[in-house]
């Protein structure tokens, strides 16, 4: 067999092991494509989630219950904002007050749902059992919201006397409040009362404006809590971090705290100063999102190896030329 019939054989060779080699990069290709398609489809989550939300104006607990949660609205299935407003009904701890529900939905059940609630009381007048000093508010309002970013709640408390003295209120969640005055030894009284849960596919919040916990020897264990709001979220699209950073605003007889996640900032007006930032998810990037640059690259070489008008019949042109060249005849 001469050279030249050895030489076309070897790139024949060479031109079957390059096909054969690009037919399996080809399937790898596709095969990485499709893996990087479905598993894109799967991360991105559309639902279904599901939201909940409640509030109402005022309770009083306890051994003796006098007054239920009221007015108390619940989040229908559909979303659809709801709202009572109301006057105190007649009880004898709690008087001329006016109480409001409000809660509802946005997108309920998709990516980008949100829930949002308030409870709220105006111009509150607690009478305590036992004393004949009352405890006054001007303003308590809870609201509280739910996304796929976590919880958040605010708290607003405007004008709360005791006797007629102002009373201090802090601005972190959870407080429990001082200067209650000739109160002190019935009850006790915590202010930005706010329980959040945030994990990856679940998060929630029930925020209270104020707790009052009777103590003296009259209804001892009495629970009166005015302006409750709960919202929740859960599904495949919630992708909440734990809360980290407090957003706080005051003002002369006033607290607003907010409890999220993210950055922090600085603002000033009039009396009050903000701090803080909007809550953030945590988002740690897709693990498949590597395969499509990838699968990109393996297809298109399997098509130059498989392709006989592309690499595979260059390098056997070029293989028969040098092998020409050796012999020195100068055939191509």
Do not use: Y
Request: with cysteine; glycine share 14%.
């Amino acid at each position: 067999m001469d050279n030249a019939t050895t030489t076309r054989v070897r790139s024949a060779h060479l031109v079957g092991l390059f096909r054969l080699v690009g037919a399996v990069l080809l399937a790898m290709g596709a095969a990485l494509g499709s893996f990087a398609f479905f598993a894109g489809s799967a991360g991105a989550a559309t639902g279904p989630d599901t939201l909940t939300g409640s509030a109402f104006g005022a309770s009083i607990g306890g051994p003796v219950p006098a007054l239920p949660p009221t007015p108390s609205v619940t989040l229908p299935a559909s979303g659809t904002a709801t709202s009572t407003t109301i006057a105190v009904p007649l009880n004898p701890v709690l008087t001329s007050a006016t109480l409001t529900a409000t809660t509802g939905a946005t997108n309920n059940t998709l990516a980008n749902e949100q829930v949002n609630s308030e409870g709220r009381v105006e111009n509150a007048n607690v009478l305590i059992a036992g004393s004949t000093t009352a405890l006054i508010a001007n303003v308590l309002d809870s609201t509280c919201t739910s996304s796929a970013t976590g919880s958040t709640g605010t708290d607003q408390i405007v004008g709360l006397t005791i006797g007629g003295t102002a009373v201090p209120v802090p601005t972190t969640p959870n407080a429990v409040l001082t200067g209650l005055g000739p109160l002190a030894p019935l009850i006790s009284i915590e202010a930005n009362v706010q329980t959040i849960q945030n994990a990856p596919g679940s998060t929630s919040i029930t925020n209270d404006a104020l707790i009052i916990t009777v103590l003296g020897a009259a209804n001892p264990g009495e629970v009166i809590t005015l302006g409750q709001s709960k919202c929740g979220a859960a599904g495949p699209d919630i992708n909440a971090a734990s809360p980290v950073t407090t957003t706080t605003t005051t003002a002369a007889a006033t607290s607003t705290t907010t409890v999220g996640t993210g950055g922090t900032g600085t603002g000033t007006g009039g009396t009050g100063s903000t701090v803080g930032g909007s809550p953030t998810a945590v988002h740690t990037g897709e693990p498949w999102a590597g395969s499509i640059p990838l699968a990109v690259i393996v297809f298109l070489l399997g098509c130059a190896l498989f392709w006989r008008r592309g690499l595979s019949s260059t390098v056997g042109r070029v293989t028969h030329h040098m092998a020409s060249l050796r012999r020195g005849d100068g055939r191509r």
